[in-house]
């Protein structure tokens, strides 16, 4: 079984839950989602720490990484000869002060890479297989990397700053104390202290112990664990060692082993390292869930910005147009020609003769009222607000940004929208039918009558003249009859077709306010919900890397 980080295995680092590959997956993860909504600088460590991480995770996760740091005159350069049972360091006049790293290295695989990544020259390198090891098995340091860092008190900058930048390699920290400087404030204060969220991956030697009393050493050694228990290090563990007599080195060579074997201080070092990462991250970018967008934030959304779009007054104007073109091709022609005279709803709106929206988008469309445009901007602010409820500032203003950005007038997107839009208006073929019909019957209707005339002038002015025998109906004239019925059908067809036109009226006003909600709802998508629900999503992956990495 193995974990794997940016697909690469590291067996090492398994069998917890949370183990830290996972969690420096989450980090990373975090990351990624953050840049460009959170400031770069809270983000840079995070950065840095991935990158340190998975790199140290590639090189090997084998060795632990254990370095001795601690002021001058500690002892800290004899203990490291100690633990090496070599004469490594220089002590004493030959060295007062430790002005660069030395690493002792046990187990060559995988160490040279990561000597070389820490930046310890390789005249500063040793391994400590090749020499002769006796000691017991439970002392056996087998894949420890030990440090011997600069002293923290030195007067030369570069060795603070060569301190300060392997520190952040150590998998395990020990500070080693001497009994006159253990409550040395610049140790606590610049390191130890600030530090404290580490005690998991932090060893505590007092050196020296010789030098007191044996009576007073355990004294000596609470003492110590009062001050690191106020400093915020109650559970770290405290040894007293003497690196020149060898008093306590071989339990402390057990507790490296112990760690070592159980690969604790490396993962409790990174998953620490991630644990600060991630809570900087979390106290600005926040981890809270969000609601998102709702169906109800979205209709309201959406009907202010169609009312914004003027759609309405188009919708309106095409029913009553199509009612008044139905009744105009369908009515009884005298009645039709009247109804030229009135004023055709769509004239005002200035459509072209297949009511394209171009003309209506480019000169006539209802402008947008301030009351409207007002009303779609509360809208967009109120979605987004809603939207984003119990995110923190950067995420916060990321969702209010998408939503509105700068310099963009959603406006002109919806007059574009409403512009490429073409509303169907094909002649209904029932129009053609009845329009027919309807000449038909006016046509009967002079012939009917047309016929009584003739036969009304010949009776008086040509009483010789003989005209074909038609013959009356029930009783009365054929031309009358005819006439009568034409009339009737033509007005009664115009009322049925004054019913349906109505209908077709509102069927292409359905479509119409189909086509144009469609329309917008594009702009909706692209220009508001989109960018919204990106920022969301980017949260999202945000939050769960975050809770991830948190462990």
Known sequence: MSTTVDGVAFPAFVGEPNDVAKRLDGLTQAVTASRGRIDAEILAP????????????????????????????????????????????????????????????????????????????PRHQVSRLS?????????????????????????????????????????????VLD?????????????????????????????????????????????????????????????????????????????????????????????????????????????????GISSVDRQTLDDALVACAGVPQVVDAIAASTRRQAILRTGWPVFRWLGKLRRDPLKGLELSSDMSMAALAKASLPEASPVQRANAELAIRDLAEKASVGLEHPWRDAVRNAASPKGHSIVEDLDAAIEATHVRARTALWWRGVYILQWLAFLALLAGLGWLATEAIVDNFFPDTKLPDIKDIEG?????????????????????????????????????NRDLRAAIDEVTVSQILGPVQAELDAYGAYRAGITTALG
């Open 476 to 512: 009365y004239p054929a031309g009358a009859v005819v006439a009568a019925g034409a009339a009737v059908v033509g007005i009664v067809l115009g009322l049925v077709s004054r019913v349906l036109a109505r209908i077709s009226g509102r069927r292409r006003a359905k479509r119409a």
């Open 46 to 121: 995070a950065e840095m720490l991935a990158g340190r991480a998975t790199e140290r995770l590639r090189l090997s996760g084998d060795h632990t990484i254990v370095a001795l740091a601690g002021a001058t005159g500690s002892g800290k350069s004899s203990l490291f000869n100690a633990l090496t049972d070599l004469e490594l360091a220089g002590v004493g006049v030959r060295r007062p002060t430790t002005s660069w790293a030395l690493a002792c290295a046990w187990g060559p695989d995988g160490a040279q890479g990561l000597l070389e990544w820490m930046g310890i020259p």
């Open 179 to 291: 009994p006159q400087k253990y409550a040395d404030a610049a140790l606590h204060d610049r390191y130890i202290r600030p530090m404290a969220s580490y005690s998991d991956v932090t060893l505590v030697v007092l050196n020296q112990i010789d030098r007191i009393p044996y009576e007073q050493r355990a004294r000596t050694l609470e003492d110590v664990k009062r001050i690191l228990a106020a400093e915020g290090l109650p559970n770290v563990e405290v040894v007293g060692v003497s690196a020149t007599r060898g008093d306590g080195i071989d339990d402390m060579k057990r507790i490296l082993a112990t760690r070592i074997r159980a690969k604790a201080s490396a993962k409790g070092r990174l998953g620490s390292d991630i644990t600060a990462a991630a809570k900087v991250m979390a106290q600005v970018g926040g981890t809270s869930q969000v609601p």
């Open 131 to 175: 020499m002769l090891d006796t000691s017991a098995e439970d002392t056996k340091l087998d894949g420890l990397i030990l440090l011997d860092l600069p002293d923290h008190d030195s007067t030369e900058v570069s060795h603070h700053l060569e301190m300060d930048r392997l520190v952040k390699y150590a998998d395990l920290l020990v500070w």
